[in-house]
Structure formats: structure tokens, C-alpha cells
């Protein structure tokens, strides 16, 4: 069976025209626009914002291949991987028909966009180790299976994805698409695979730029596919989901690609500081590797912990009642300071 993309995208879509923006006609940046109905007087704000933006960020789009080792036409940028996760979603499944298959535990928006959009989802856990369970997984892939989620490394576990446990699953799933979520490949010695994305064109590969770019609250988030994909994925976004802020912000900095390595090696650092200080409690029971920039950790009793942080205004994220990660915290890796103060509250719990 070879992947045929037209048959993985829901019919009416395929079908549907466009919302033609007026910027869509003429690609110029001269002239006198007298077509979009902006204030041509300026803005309200001291810099001027009154034009609409680029709809399909090329500047950006263009600096970001040359970085990322791909071609600006397999670039979308969305309002966060968030944008991505939806479309790809409502691209391809029909509500109450088809299903999507998700790996917990893992990162909460596939289940929460995919229960928006009425679609049912098959949870195929993760085994102890937090590997895939190849096996299962395959089994679980009936007719209407459209999408599988792997995330890698993966939220809230913090471990890398064995690649030819992913190689084998985007091998014989020629019926769907598999994407990849490398929200956390920065932190990882693993390489990307979006060099490979002509290699595999039933893959979509996620990253953002909210964790080791440090730019969250600027929502930007990243998709890597085939260009047939991305064009169908222009066609259901909304136009201008980029705004000029942003894209000015991202034009002016994407070169800072320093800042990048500079954070990954410093957290790293902090990282591999916090798990040893960890072991020395008596409170903590296990630390789970992490390839990212948190850790999972599983305590004696994780709520009261939780809550006695919270308590000290030093918060974590409670992941106890998440699948395979009885007791366990999720701690996001600080700055030293911050360790510190995290360090110095769990050693006055411990002592108590
Ligand atoms: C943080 C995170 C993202 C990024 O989300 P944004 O919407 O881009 O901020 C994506 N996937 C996973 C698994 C994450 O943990």
C-alpha cells in the first residue's frame, strides 16, 4: 500500500475553495493598497500596525528552512502547535467516523483537539519503559485510523522514542499520517526528521518555538510535511494567523540561533544538577532519564508534595493521576536560583 494523500484528506476539503485574501492577488510590497479596507493614516499604537500581514509568513519561512534543512514550501507556521494539532485533525477525520491513535502517556492537546472535534480517539499505552508497543499499535490501526500521535521526547516522560520502533509504525501506516511531535528536540542529542520529510510523506513533524527559542508567549508553532500537505493546511487555516507582530519579532531575531544553543546547554546543565540533587532525598523514589527540559519524578507521596510547593509558591505540575506515572511530578528545569529554592523547600518537607 503506498500513501496517497488525497485519500487520507476528508473529500469536502479537498473540493473546498479558499478564502481568497486581498494580498493573495498581489505579492508586492510597492503600490497604493486600496484593497483591504486598512486605515491608511497609521495606528493607534506608536509603530504602525495598520496593514495586514504576510497570510503565509515567506520571509520567515524562508530563513527558517535554511536552519531547519527543508524547503520554505514545507513550512506551516501556526498560533502555537496547537493550530497544527487542530487542522491536521479536522483535515483529515470525519467527526463520529474516524479515529486517531494516541500514546499516553503524553501531551494533553491531541486528545483535548480531537474530542472538540468529535472524533474518537484509541489510547495504546505506553510500556513501562515509556517505549512504543509497536505491536499494539499496529493492531489498533483499522479503516478509519487516520492519524497517529508520537511524541518525541515525550511529554510528560521526558524520553526519547525509539527511531526504529517510529521507522516501522510510519512504514505500515501508509493509510494515514503519523505525526511527530519534537516539541523537545532541541534539548535531544536525536536528530530531527525533517531532513528526511521526502522519504516519508505520511509524516508531519511538529516543533515550536515556546521551549528552547524561549518565545511562548509570542504562540508560534511549527509543522514540517510534504508540500501538498501544507498547501491543504494553508487552505482550512485561518488567513492571517501569523500576526505582524510576531513576524516582524521572528524576522528581526531568527538568526539568534546562539540564544537556542546557549539555553539547551545551560538547562541541560541544570537539569543533570537538579536529578542529582533528587537522589539525595529520601522523598523521591525514582527519576525517569529526560532528554528535554523537565524532569519526571516520582516521590512517596506526590500530592502532599505538590501541595506543600504550592503552599511555598513554587509550583510543579502534579502528573499523579496521569497513567504509569503513579506518584510522579513533572518538574520544568529553572534557572540555578530557582532549582535552589525548589531544592530547598523539598529538603524542608523531607525533614519534617
Ligand atoms: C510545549 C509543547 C508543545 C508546544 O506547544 P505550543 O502550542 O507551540 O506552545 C507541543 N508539543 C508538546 C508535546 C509540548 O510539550
Redesign the pocket.
Known amino acids: 500500500m503506498k500513501f496517497e494523500l488525497e485519500k487520507v484528506v476528508r473529500p469536502h476539503i479537498l473540493n473546498l475553495a479558499p478564502y481568497s485574501s486581498a494580498r493573495d492577488e498581489y505579492t508586492g510590497k510597492e503600490g497604493v493598497f486600496l484593497d483591504a479596507n486598512e486605515n491608511p493614516l497609521g495606528s493607534a499604537t506608536p509603530e504602525n500596525w495598520n496593514r495586514y500581514p504576510d497570510p503565509y509568513q515567506w520571509t520567515i519561512k524562508e530563513k527558517l528552512a535554511a536552519i531547519k534543512g527543508c524547503r520554505p514550501s514545507q513550512i506551516f507556521l ?6 497544527p ?1 487542530d487542522l491536521i485533525i479536522r483535515l483529515t477525520c470525519e467527526p463520529k467516523e474516524d479515529n486517531i491513535i494516541i500514546l499516553p502517556p ?2 494533553g ?1 491531541y486528545e483535548v483537539s480531537a474530542s472538540v472535534n468529535n472524533v474518537e480517539i484509541q489510547k495504546i499505552a505506553l510500556k513501562p519503559d515509556f517505549q512504543l508497543d509497536v505491536e499494539a499499535i499496529l493492531a489498533a490501526i483499522n479503516p478509519k485510523t487516520k492519524l497517529i500521535f508520537i ?1 518525541s521526547p ?3 516522560t521526558g524520553n526519547v522514542i525509539d527511531r526504529q520502533a517510529i521507522l516501522t509504525i510510519i512504514e505500515n501506516f501508509q493509510q494515514g499520517i503519523v505525526i511527530l ?4 528536540n532541541d534539548f535531544a542529542d536525536e536528530p530531527s526528521f525533517i531532513p528526511e520529510l521526502d522519504s516519508f510523506p505520511n509524516v508531519m513533524v ?6 528552547a527559542w524561549g518565545l ?1 508567549s509570542l ?4 509543522a514540517f510535511a510534504g508540500e501538498e500537505l501544507v498547501k491543504l493546511l494553508n487552505k482550512i487555516k485561518y488567513p492571517y494567523n501569523i500576526n505582524g507582530l510576531t513576524q516582524k519579532l521572528l524576522i528581526e531575531n531568527i538568526s539568534n540561533t546562539q540564544f537556542v544553543v546557549d539555553s539547551v546547554k545551560t538547562l541541560n546543565e541544570n537539569r543533570n544538577w537538579l536529578a542529582e540533587e533528587l537522589t539525595k532525598l529520601p522523598i523521591v523514589t525514582h527519576i525517569f532519564p529526560s532528554d ?1 527540559n523537565f524532569l519526571l519524578v516520582q516521590f512517596t507521596e506526590a500530592k502532599a508534595i505538590f501541595d506543600y510547593l504550592i503552599e511555598n509558591k513554587t509550583i510543579v505540575r502534579d502528573r499523579s493521576k496521569v497513567m504509569l506515572c503513579d506518584n510522579s511530578l513533572r518538574i520544568s528545569v529553572g534557572t540555578v536560583e530557582e532549582n535552589v529554592i525548589l531544592m530547598d523547600f523539598l529538603k524542608e518537607y523531607a525533614s519534617k
Do not use: V
Not at 78 to 83: Q, V, Y
Not at 181 to 184: F, Q
Not at 206 to 211: A, D, E, G, I
Open positions: 501556526g498560533n502555537g502547535s496547537d493550530e494539532i503524553t501531551y492537546m511524541c515525550n511529554n510528560p511531535d519534537e516539541a523537545y511538529l516543533q515550536t518555538f515556546s521551549k511562548a504562540r508560534l508553532g511549527m528535554a
